[in-house]
């Protein structure tokens, strides 16, 4: 279950994009096209929801959830297996251990919590956990960090790091047969950590560029507020992120004091969940785990009854953002008390589309709606939200959302939103069987962040709610004396915050650490695997309108997905003047059909407890004796919109106002500036919709748009899970049969493009003291050649994981990034290739000139043997990982076909990958990376010489 967290992420793929350039490489590789997905009702995983400290970057971020249930003891008497394939027992040591069966893919996630976080340090060293967390990666008395690294690059890089306000948690996916090298590593860091002072002294200076990132948007700072002025007078007021001065103040000491305080096995859950044996992976947990001794642990029970709720207030944050937000927010139970349940009903049903607030977000009464519960162990939040345009007065909006509030505290609930919220907590158990990281999700809620023994004791306690429960909570929760009230005010000149500490590591080795033999326990991982073999279709179709249809049967759990995707491209397919044009399109689907109006829709949808999802990428999610009624709807509202001149009109002024929000920024500006600068100036990708052109379109303009661009011979569909091939045909034929194209197929690859000027460019991001930087050229890379898996290969050795070249140049060795990444986009007819990190202004040179050198290297030396290997094998371990959820294995089918490559696409790739040599990742670099040939684009604060950076607009050449 995502919980909110700090994430440290020192192994995974560091490919991220700075958030001004997100659109670059999309827009660029043809990726840019419009991809809707408005969802009438979500009720098939655990949602993902907004608020508290929200998303602080890539490798390292917020996450949130919502879900609640009523407390209940575990009985730890075991082990005991169950008829489902799960264990549960506590070793000796104190050590809860649960095993979950789930053989839909060769994948292992093990998930290691420590029942301690943030709240567990004082308010003068805010990051201790974070800090802690960070140095489980460097190393132990009997394994070093470079060993440790490279288990991981071996097995794979696929390992994570979070730290909340009540936990930490550890997280490895891995093969099957690393399971027993995985748990030996994690029983070692259990028993002692090395505590190298030189160690925390380089991840100082990482961790202090991670703050500096985080703390460079607008929106993370107003979100760190909000959280703080919820929580207020307890140990949830500050952030688990830290701060750069009192990650200076840290000392080794002080770390291996909270270690060894609260890092005990009996103060941690191991969880593994995937393709095990129960009673043999009990065995491995045993051999590893047995001998870490236990240790006293103190007992910490905060309750929300120990403070005061806070007085009502209302606070100011001035961010960048497009939009303007209102956020009203009340301090709520924990998952641990008895309220919870009720609390996430009720949030569910003030959520629901068809509830008066949901109403509000799409009667054009303002940009959009939210009401969430956001839990934790011992304390929770609920939010209510309202977006308005840029530049608007807040107060109409603020008065509309109270009124609402006011409304449902005064008066209830609509008994049949309980009903809908009920029945989608209780289906959304079901669902969660189709993927092993869903079912990891739900057993590390249920019993580290509920204290329940299993996820079923969830579904009861939602069955268990009444709508008086939902009705009481809302009278007493709901209580405007003690709201904490915020409002988004997006300017157009935002101060930046100093948050100011010890830049750290410049004067760290460069030198390679050169081969790091492993400890006899761990040489397994250096043994190559089997090449992968994706399992193709039983059954492709292709349906008399040219509609090509993909059955791929599971029975594992009573459920039917649909997966469609109708292939567009705006950028080619939009009447020139009538740009935003597919987005306005999709939007509509919403909003009903001649015979059923949105409204009747949800409800029949929600009676269901289904899903549908609509839009040029469509979809459904159902019970398998829903299936077919899912279908009908979802058929109907898909091929048969009604495009009501009323909800045109709303919708269309929406995308306006957004739209002109959007312009106002400095990200859109530096987007702009960007595309202006890597695309001719004719490109087809240039285009983009104004608040004008989104005015001028009418509703025989969706109309004409709609009946050419939608078209069964663009479209493809996947339908996976419990049914067989002739009945799933048969559905589908019966669902969408009739819809058929007139005209000649639209051209939808865009034409390639030249190569462009070297440039390099900066400009200032309002409250930005983090430079965000991509170094950024063309490729001659395209999809489906064998070249391109190649590079990919040579990609991960090159910024994969904390063992690659470009984290051990930039952040083990030198301190200058938190995070570094490179990436090849590649399409039918264009490429790219980009490198991006976050620094502070004084470090980007020395940045760049780490990473073009390191891409020199690659050119001129091919790799070793044993670098090659080492990634390989990871690679080859982690291929099979894209089949362990139906809806991956599923986007996978659909990409490929769309894409008009072969769904043995991937066997392809990996015999490719298997027989590559290090001559040959030499030569593909050399073909297709041009170190003095990456413009440079800087978001951000100018940085010093050498970088020859010209701001406010200006380019300078730099080198061919």
Not at 607 to 620: M, N, T
Not at 703 to 720: G, H, N, S
Not at 929 to 952: E, H, I, N, R
Request: aromatic share 8%.
């Amino acid at each position: 279950m995502a919980r909110p967290k700090v994430r440290n992420r020192p192994h995974e793929k560091a490919g991220f994009t700075p958030i001004p350039l997100a659109m670059i490489t999309n827009v660029f590789s043809g990726y840019g096209q419009q991809q809707n997905h408005n969802r009438i009702q979500i009720l098939f995983r655990w949602r993902p929801v907004l608020g508290g400290l929200g998303k602080g970057g890539v490798m390292c971020w917020i996450k949130h959830f919502q879900i609640g249930v009523l407390w209940a003891a575990i009985g730890w008497a075991g082990p005991a297996l169950a008829a489902d394939g799960v264990v549960q027992t506590t070793l000796p040591n104190g050590l809860r251990v649960v095993i979950v069966r789930d053989a839909l893919a060769p994948m292992v996630a093990t998930r290691l919590i420590y029942l301690t976080g943030s709240s567990a340090a004082s308010a003068d060293f805010p990051g201790t956990a974070h800090a802690l967390e960070h140095m489980m990666f460097r190393g132990t008395p009997t394994l070093s960090s470079d060993q440790l690294t490279r288990i991981c690059q071996a097995t794979g890089n696929n390992a994570n790091a979070s730290t909340s306000y009540e936990q930490t948690q550890y997280e490895f996916n891995i093969a099957p047969v690393d399971l027993g090298v995985i748990l030996h590593l994690e029983a070692d860091r259990m028993r002692a950590l090395s505590f190298d002072p030189a160690q925390w002294a380089r991840e100082r200076g990482a961790i202090e560029q991670e703050v500096s990132r985080d703390r460079s948007l607008s929106q993370f700072r107003a979100r760190e507020q909000f959280q703080n002025a919820v929580y207020d007078g307890t140990s949830f007021a500050w952030s688990p992120l830290g701060t750069r001065q009192s990650f200076d103040a840290t000392t080794t000491d002080r770390l291996r004091q909270f270690y060894q305080t609260w890092y005990a096995p009996n103060n941690a859950i191991l969880f593994v969940v995937g393709d095990v044996q129960p009673t043999a992976a009990l065995k491995q947990v045993r051999e590893a785990f047995g001998a870490v001794p236990s240790r006293p642990v103190p007992v910490r029970t905060p309750t929300d009854t120990d403070h005061a709720l806070p007085t009502a207030r209302t606070l100011t944050a001035p961010t960048d953002s497009a939009i303007g937000r209102i956020t009203v927010g009340w301090r709520a139970p924990g998952l641990r008390q008895s309220d919870a349940a009720a609390l996430i009903v009720m949030a569910d049903a003030i959520a629901n589309s068809r509830s008066k607030l949901g109403i509000l977000g799409l009667d054009g009464k303002s940009l959009g709606t939210a009401f969430l519960y956001q839990g934790y162990p011992s304390r929770g939040s609920i939010t209510a939200s309202i977006s308005f345009p840029r530049g608007a007065d807040p107060a109409p909006y603020q008065a509309e959302l109270r009124a609402v509030l006011a409304d449902y505290r005064a008066h209830g609930i609509p008994a049949d939103l309980v009903d809908a919220a009920k029945r989608a907590r209780i289906k959304a158990a079901e669902f969660e069987r189709n993927s092993i990281a869903g079912l990891t999700r739900v057993w590390t809620a249920a019993v580290a962040d509920w204290g329940v023994s299993s996820p079923d004791v969830l579904t009861k306690a939602y069955a268990a709610v009444t709508p008086e429960q939902v009705n009481a909570l809302a009278a007493r929760y709901l209580d405007p004396d003690h709201a904490i009230t915020q409002v988004w005010l997006p300017q157009g000149t935002i101060p930046p915050v100093q948050d100011k500490g010890d830049s750290g590591g410049e004067s760290f080795a460069r030198t390679p650490t050169g081969p790091v033999p492993l400890p006899d326990w761990a040489q397994s991982v250096l043994d190559m695997p089997p090449v992968p073999h994706w399992p193709l279709p039983r059954t492709l179709f292709t349906l008399p309108n040219g509609l090509r249809l993909i059955v791929r049967p599971f029975h594992q759990s009573h459920t039917v997905l649909l997966f469609g995707q109708v292939r567009i491209n705006p950028a080619l397919q939009a009447p020139v003047g009538k740009e935003g044009i597919a987005a306005l399109t999709a939007q509509l689907l919403l909003y009903g059909t001649a015979q059923h109006d949105r409204l009747s829709i949800a409800k029949t949808v929600g009676d269901l407890g289904s899903s549908v999802s609509l839009g040029s990428a469509f979809g459904l999610s159902a019970h398998t004796q829903d299936f077919i009624p899912t279908l009908a709807v979802l058929a109907d509202t898909e091929l048969h919109p009604a495009f009501p001149e009323k909800d045109l009109i709303t919708r269309r002024e929406k995308l306006a106002v957004a739209q002109q929000g959007v312009q106002q920024t400095p990200a859109y500006a530096m987007r702009r500036a960007v595309m202006e600068r890597v695309l001719p100036k004719d490109d087809p990708a240039q285009r983009e919709p104004t608040p004008q052109t989104f005015r001028s379109l009418s509703r025989s303009d969706v109309l004409a748009f709609f009946q050419k661009a939608y078209r069964p011979d663009m479209t493809v569909i996947e339908v996976i899970g419990d049914i067989e091939p002739d009945a799933a045909k048969a559905a589908v034929m019966a669902a969408f049969g009739n819809w058929h194209a007139t005209g000649p197929k639209p051209e939808v690859l865009l034409p390639p493009v030249p190569d462009a000027p070297v440039t390099t460019f900066q400009m200032d991001g309002e409250g930005r003291t983090q430079d965000q930087v991509q170094l950024f050229e063309s490729s001659g890379l395209r999809l489906g050649q064998p070249e391109t898996a190649q590079f990919d290969l040579g990609n991960l050795i090159l910024s994969r994981g904390f063992s690659s070249r470009l984290h051990q140049a930039l952040r083990a060795r030198t301190g200058y990034v938190y995070t570094v990444g490179s990436a090849a986009s590649v399409d039918q007819t264009r490429g790219s290739f980009s490198v991006t990190f976050g620094a502070d202004p004084a470090k980007v040179p020395l940045a760049e000139t780490l990473i073009r050198a390191t891409l020199q290297d690659m050119q001129t030396h091919p790799v070793s043997t044993a670098e090659l290997d080492r990634v390989k094998a990871g690679y080859l371990r982690t291929q099979p990982f894209s089949t362990s959820s139906l809806s991956g294995i599923a986007r996978r089918d659909l990409f490929l076909l769309s894409h008009d490559l072969p769904l043995n696409q991937p066997n392809q790739d990996a015999a490719t990958i298997a027989a590559t040599t290090p001559e040959q990742i030499r030569t593909v670099f050399a073909q297709e990376v041009k170190p003095d040939g990456l413009s440079t684009f800087v978001y951000g604060p100018k940085p010093p010489t050498p970088a020859a950076f010209t701001a406010g607009g200006q380019t300078t050449p730099r080198g061919q």
